[in-house]
């Protein structure tokens, strides 16, 4: 039986038998071919969305929807090539820090006065939720999560390093100076790295040092729009990571994929990777094939003053032009993704749902209990409608540091003029 969301367009539609309207659907996550319709079981990302997008498809009446092939990588080049080519899915994914990008030009449509007619109910978004879907007093998507960096850990050579404490969680650095002390005893008694993480294609070791940033009080650029990217703490950050490169105790080169099978394999003891990773590492673990057999998911560590992880939101949009039975059907989507925030969050994400986030399904959710403190740690840049550019130009220049030997002062500088030259456009 399909759920009954039909506004009256829609339902007029369904009641004359005319064919189902179709919605185009723009998402990341990765692929997954064998998802099915079962919200409940599905595991990771990339099976987990598309369970409920399928489910979405099976029991929303009169709608069929089309889910649209996109990589992560060039995603939003895709979605900024549709709208120029005057064809945006009728439904998409975003992160909080592209609302100012989109919204700023027109192209996502404000939707707060449609919320209710679907059955959305704001008031129970937490107050964060609800800030990262407006924009200049409007609300231009449906939250579906809050995502951070944790510190996913391989207790086995932990342990074996001496990492453990009495209670069984991992012991983790207070300082750069403990991190070397740590990854030291891990190599020794292992043999292994202590730390891997994707410093060679995505933007993870800039969010790392954002992060370490961040733990100093800093930021890469001001509410008034003035870069500030070569200081002292971007320099600490920075030395922070790279002092484990010189030390053989992480490896620069690794992409993310090869990060991620090395945290498998058991060649590195600590990760540095997503709250989207903890159900997916959690099978993972439970696998006898997998190296990786006790796993732990931790909050980042503060090493220098203050707390701070690189934190984001995904939220689904549709474009400003969508009229009519296309965008009441569209709607409908939204308002069963936001219906199944507890499936989404079986990811390791965060719930944006107080009623989600209060009940025991969600509290029960494996290693739920370990990060507890990333939400009030949670970190990003203030707004800005040039956020994907300066994040290349940051990854552009600290790959440059830790792949070919770039002076730290020199990258800083060049990456501090042409933020500069962003935000001044």
């Known amino acids: 039986m399909k759920h009954v969301l039909l506004t009256a367009a829609a339902a007029a539609t ?25 919200t409940t079981t599905s595991v990771g990302e990339p099976c987990i969305i598309q369970s409920i997008i399928n489910a979405a498809d099976a029991e929303l009446d009169g709608i069929d929807i089309n889910t649209l092939p996109t990589d992560w990588g060039n995603y939003y080049d895709q979605i900024k090539a549709a709208f120029a080519g005057g064809t945006p899915p009728d439904v998409f994914v975003m992160h909080r820090h592209r609302i100012p990008e989109f919204a700023g030009i027109g ?17 129970d978004w937490s107050e964060n939720a609800l800030e990262a879907v407006s924009y200049e007093g409007g609300i231009y998507g449906v939250p579906m999560d809050f995502h951070a960096n944790l510190w996913h850990v391989n207790m086995d050579l932990m342990d074996e390093a001496g990492l453990v404490d009495d209670n069984g969680a991992p012991i983790l650095p207070s300082s750069p100076e403990e991190l070397m002390d740590h990854a030291r005893m ?47 703490e971007a320099a600490n950050a920075v030395t922070a990571i790279t002092q484990l490169f010189e030390a053989g105790y992480a490896n620069p080169q690794l992409n993310y994929a090869d990060s991620q099978q090395a945290f498998l394999n058991g060649e590195a003891a600590v990760l540095v990777n997503g709250t989207w990773v903890v159900d997916f590492y959690d099978a993972q673990a439970a696998d006898p094939d997998v190296a990786l057999s006790n796993y732990y998911a931790a909050d980042f560590p503060t090493l220098f003053d203050t707390g701070a992880t690189w934190a984001d939101s995904h939220m689904w949009a ?108």
């Not at 202590?194 to 100093?216: H, K």
């Open 318 to 425: 549709i474009p400003s032009t969508l009229e009519g039975e296309t965008r009441d059907a569209a709607l409908q989507v939204l308002a069963f993704i936001n219906d199944h925030n507890i499936d989404w969050a079986r990811t390791g994400h965060m719930a944006v749902r107080n009623s989600v986030v209060e009940s025991a399904a969600y509290t029960s959710l494996p290693h739920r209990d370990e990060y507890s403190g990333t939400a009030a740690i949670a970190r990003d840049t203030p707004p800005s409608e040039r956020y994907g550019a300066i994040q290349d130009v940051l990854n552009r220049e600290l790959q440059a540091i830790w792949l070919t030997d770039k002076p730290v002062e020199d990258a800083l500088a060049d990456a501090e003029l042409e933020v500069q030259d962003l935000l001044d456009r």
């Open 186 to 232: 891990v190599e020794e008694a292992t043999g292994q790295d202590y730390l891997a993480a994707d410093f060679a294609q995505f933007p993870i070791g800039v969010r790392l040092v954002l992060a370490l940033m961040w733990q100093q009080d800093a930021n890469i650029f001001t509410e008034e729009g003035t870069a500030t990217i070569n200081t002292e």
């Open 107 to 123: 192209a996502l449509s404000e939707i707060s006065d449609d919320l209710a007619s679907v059955g959305i109910d704001s008031s």
């Open 14 to 38: 369904f009641a004359t038998g005319a064919a189902a309207q179709e919605v185009t659907l723009g998402r990341f996550f990765g692929a997954c071919e064998d998802a099915g319709t079962d």
